[in-house]
C-alpha cells in the first residue's frame, strides 16, 4: 500500500456526460474459484491444512495495491457540482478514498457452491457488500471499489465479488482493472518479476474526444429523445447529489419487488432459429438482401419478446398485492398514454467499431479507454408483434430491426452522439428516467465477448461468473460460458419484478429453447 501512496498525484478527472448518465449504478459481479487440490485422493482439504495456501492473501493484497498504481481513479472521491449537474473524479494525495477491501472465510466448503450449480442462495450472507445502485458506506463515503474476498471452509475455494461504480467504468474498464490485477498476481505468485506500468490504460476523458471521428452523423430520433428531451423533471434529477438522486431512484424501485434467474441457451438451438429466419426470407426477399444474424440479435430479440409476454400475462393475470404498486399500475399508463410499443434497449460498445474504422490515428486504438464509451441504442416493436407466439416469423422481424439498428451504430454514430449530449449536459438523468418509467422495455447487455474466464490470479481460472442475485427492473445479460464447459451455448441472466418473473418461468415455449439454471 505505501508504495501505491506514494505514486499518487493530486489531479482531478473531469466525468464527461456519458459518465453521469450511468451515474446511478454499479458494476457489480461475482467470480468463484475453486482449489483444485481438493479434488485430488491425497487431498487434505477437509483436515484445514491448506488454509489460506489458495490465492494466498498476502499476494491478492500486495498486487491488488502494485494495480492499483495504474488506476489511481479509484482511490479518488465523486463529486458533483449540483448547479451545472457536472461530475469529477477528486485524486487528493492528502485525503485518499482507498478501496474498500475485505476477507472473510466461510464455513461453506466450496462443493457446496458446486452442488447447487453456484446459485446465490448457496454464498454466505453478506456476499455482496454492495448492491446494483450507487451507495455510500456506513461513513457516508462512496467507494470507488468494493472487494470482498470470501475463503470457503477448508481452503476448497475462493468467492470473490468485485464493484465498481458504473461512472467511473463501464464493463471494459471494470475488465481491465480486473486482468491487470490478476495479471500482476500471476507473476508474484510465479516468483517472475512484476511487469513494468502498463501506460496503455486511459482514464482521462480527454481521450474519448481525441479517437472519435471529427464529424458524425445524424441520430435517429429515438435516440436523440432518449437523451436529449427531457423537462423540469429530469434537469431537476440530474442537478441532485449522487447519493440523493440515487436514493430517490431506489425509493421508486422499492415499490418493485426484483428477482433474478439465470437459463442456458444453446448454440444449437440459436442455429436452428437462424436457419428457419434465413429460409423465410428467401421466401420474401431476394438472396441478395438477406440480412446475417448475429447471435446477439437473435438472443436480444428473443429475450425482449420473453419479457414482454411475461409483463402483459404479469398485468392481466397476477396484479399486484401491494396498494402503491397497484396505484403505479394505474397512474403510469394514464400519465404517459397507453403504449403501443415495446422498446429494446440495447448497449452499444464503439470501441471495436473505432478500432476499424479510425485509420487515420491506428496509434490513438493501442490504448484501453477505461472510461464510459458505451451507450444505449432503442429499437421499438409494436406490442402485437413481442406478444405473438416465439416463432421464426416474428424473432426475424425483431431481429432484423436490431441488426440494422446495430449496423448504423458506427463511429460516426458515436460521435454526434457525444456531441449531442454535451450539449444539453442538464438532461443527462432523462436516460435513466426513461428507462424507469418504461413500463414496456427490456434493457440488453451483452458481455459474452468479454474474456473474464481468463482472469488468472495464479491458481487458476474462475469457474463461475455471474451478477448479484438481483440488478435493475428488466435488465438482462448475455453472459459467457466457462470456456472448459463441454456445452456451447450462452448463459441469460434477467433480472425483472418477481411476477415478471413468474411468468417468464411459466413461459413454455422459452422453457423449450431455454434450461432453467438456477
Known amino acids: 500500500m505505501d508504495k501505491f501512496i506514494r505514486s499518487v498525484k493530486s489531479h482531478i478527472i473531469p466525468l464527461n456526460t456519458l459518465d453521469m448518465v450511468a451515474s446511478v449504478?454499479?458494476?457489480?459481479?461475482?467470480?468463484?474459484?475453486?482449489?483444485?487440490?481438493?479434488?485430488?485422493?491425497?487431498?487434505?482439504?477437509?483436515?484445514?491444512?491448506?488454509?489460506?495456501?489458495?490465492?494466498?492473501?498476502?499476494?491478492?493484497?500486495?498486487?491488488?495495491?502494485?494495480?492499483?498504481?495504474?488506476?489511481?481513479?479509484?482511490?479518488?472521491?465523486?463529486?458533483?457540482?449540483?448547479n451545472n449537474a457536472?461530475?469529477?473524479?477528486?485524486?487528493?494525495?492528502?485525503?485518499?478514498?482507498?478501496?474498500?477491501?475485505?476477507?472473510?472465510?466461510?464455513?461453506?466448503?466450496?462443493?457446496?457452491?458446486?452442488?447447487?450449480?453456484?446459485?446465490?442462495?448457496?454464498?454466505?450472507?453478506?456476499?455482496?457488500?454492495?448492491?446494483a445502485s450507487l451507495s455510500a458506506n456506513k461513513d457516508g463515503v462512496i467507494k470507488l471499489l468494493n472487494l470482498h474476498i470470501i475463503r470457503m471452509k477448508y481452503d476448497s475455494g475462493l468467492v470473490l465479488f468485485a464493484s465498481i461504480p458504473h461512472c467511473i467504468v463501464d464493463a471494459v474498464g471494470y475488465g481491465a482493472f480486473m486482468w491487470r490485477w490478476a495479471e500482476i498476481c500471476k507473476q508474484m505468485h510465479h516468483g517472475t518479476a512484476t511487469s513494468k506500468i502498463n501506460s496503455t490504460f486511459v482514464y482521462d476523458r480527454c481521450y474519448l474526444e481525441h479517437t472519435l471521428p471529427k464529424y458524425g452523423k445524424k441520430l435517429d430520433s429515438v435516440t436523440s429523445r432518449l437523451y436529449t428531451s427531457g423537462g423540469f423533471l429530469s434537469r431537476l434529477i440530474s442537478r441532485l447529489p449522487p447519493?440523493?438522486?440515487?436514493?430517490?431512484?431506489?425509493?421508486?424501485?422499492?415499490?418493485?419487488?426484483?428477482?433474478?434467474?439465470?437459463?442456458?441457451?444453446?448454440?444449437?438451438?440459436?442455429?436452428?432459429?437462424?436457419?428457419?429466419?434465413l429460409d423465410l426470407d428467401r421466401t420474401s426477399i431476394s438472396q441478395k438482401a438477406e440480412q446475417q444474424l448475429s447471435d446477439n440479435d437473435i438472443i436480444t430479440a428473443l429475450v425482449s419478446m420473453v419479457v414482454?409476454?411475461?409483463?402483459?400475462?404479469?398485468?392481466?393475470?397476477?396484479?399486484?398485492?401491494?396498494?402503491?404498486?397497484?396505484?403505479?399500475?394505474?397512474?403510469?399508463?394514464?400519465i404517459l398514454g397507453k403504449q403501443s410499443e415495446f422498446s429494446t434497449m440495447f448497449v452499444v460498445d464503439p470501441r471495436p467499431r473505432l478500432?476499424?474504422?479510425?485509420?487515420?490515428?491506428?496509434?490513438?486504438?493501442?490504448?484501453?479507454?477505461?472510461?464510459?464509451?458505451?451507450?444505449?441504442?432503442?429499437?421499438?416493436?409494436?406490442?402485437?408483434?413481442?406478444?405473438?407466439?416465439?416463432?421464426?416469423?416474428?424473432?426475424g422481424h425483431v431481429a432484423r430491426s436490431i441488426r440494422t439498428a446495430v449496423n448504423e451504430?458506427?463511429?460516426?454514430?458515436?460521435?454526434?452522439?457525444?456531441?449531442?449530449?454535451?450539449?444539453?449536459?442538464?438532461?443527462?438523468?432523462?436516460?435513466?428516467?426513461?428507462?424507469?418509467?418504461?413500463?414496456?422495455?427490456?434493457?440488453?447487455?451483452?458481455?459474452?465477448?468479454?474474456?473474464?474466464?481468463?482472469?488468472?490470479?495464479?491458481?487458476?481460472?474462475?469457474?463461475?461468473?455471474?451478477?448479484?442475485e438481483t440488478f435493475h427492473d428488466k435488465t438482462v445479460f448475455i453472459l459467457p460460458l466457462n470456456p472448459r464447459s463441454k456445452k456451447k451455448g450462452y448463459n441469460i441472466y434477467i433480472s425483472a419484478e418477481k411476477r415478471v418473473i413468474s411468468k417468464i418461468l411459466d413461459n413454455k415455449a422459452w422453457a423449450r429453447l431455454a434450461d432453467l439454471v438456477y
Not at 99 to 127: D, M, Q, T, V
Not at 251 to 277: H, M, P, Y
Open 355 to 395: 478500432q476499424h474504422e479510425s485509420k487515420s490515428k491506428p496509434k490513438s486504438n493501442r490504448y484501453c479507454y477505461t472510461g464510459n464509451m458505451a451507450y444505449v441504442r432503442i429499437v421499438n416493436s409494436p406490442l402485437e408483434l413481442v406478444h405473438a407466439d416465439l416463432n421464426s416469423n416474428a424473432l
Open 25 to 82: 449504478g454499479n458494476i457489480p459481479a461475482y467470480f468463484y474459484f475453486e482449489n483444485c487440490k481438493c479434488s485430488l485422493p491425497n487431498s487434505k482439504c477437509n483436515e484445514g491444512s491448506l488454509n489460506n495456501t489458495f490465492m494466498p492473501s498476502s499476494l491478492l493484497y500486495t498486487s491488488f495495491y502494485t494495480a492499483l498504481i495504474e488506476f489511481p481513479i479509484l482511490a479518488g472521491h465523486f463529486v458533483q457540482n449540483t
Open 243 to 277: 447519493l440523493s438522486r440515487t436514493k430517490m431512484y431506489l425509493w421508486f424501485f422499492s415499490l418493485i419487488k426484483l428477482a433474478g434467474n439465470v437459463f442456458f441457451i444453446s448454440q444449437e438451438a440459436l442455429d436452428n432459429i437462424r436457419l428457419e429466419i
Open 86 to 131: 457536472s461530475g469529477a473524479v477528486v485524486v487528493d494525495k492528502n485525503n485518499l478514498n482507498l478501496p474498500e477491501f475485505i476477507e472473510s472465510h466461510s464455513n461453506i466448503h466450496f462443493k457446496a457452491l458446486k452442488a447447487a450449480k453456484y446459485s446465490w442462495s448457496a454464498l454466505p450472507r453478506g456476499a455482496a457488500t454492495v448492491g
Open 409 to 468: 451504430c458506427d463511429a460516426y454514430f458515436a460521435k454526434e452522439l457525444v456531441n449531442t449530449i454535451n450539449k444539453k449536459p442538464l438532461e443527462f438523468a432523462n436516460g435513466v428516467l426513461s428507462a424507469a418509467t418504461n413500463m414496456q422495455r427490456v434493457v440488453v447487455s451483452n458481455h459474452s465477448r468479454f474474456p473474464l474466464y481468463e482472469i488468472d490470479f495464479g491458481s487458476g481460472t474462475p469457474v463461475w461468473i455471474c451478477p448479484p
Open 308 to 334: 414482454a409476454q411475461g409483463i402483459k400475462s404479469s398485468l392481466e393475470n397476477t396484479p399486484s398485492k401491494r396498494t402503491f404498486r397497484k396505484v403505479i399500475d394505474w397512474f403510469m399508463p394514464w
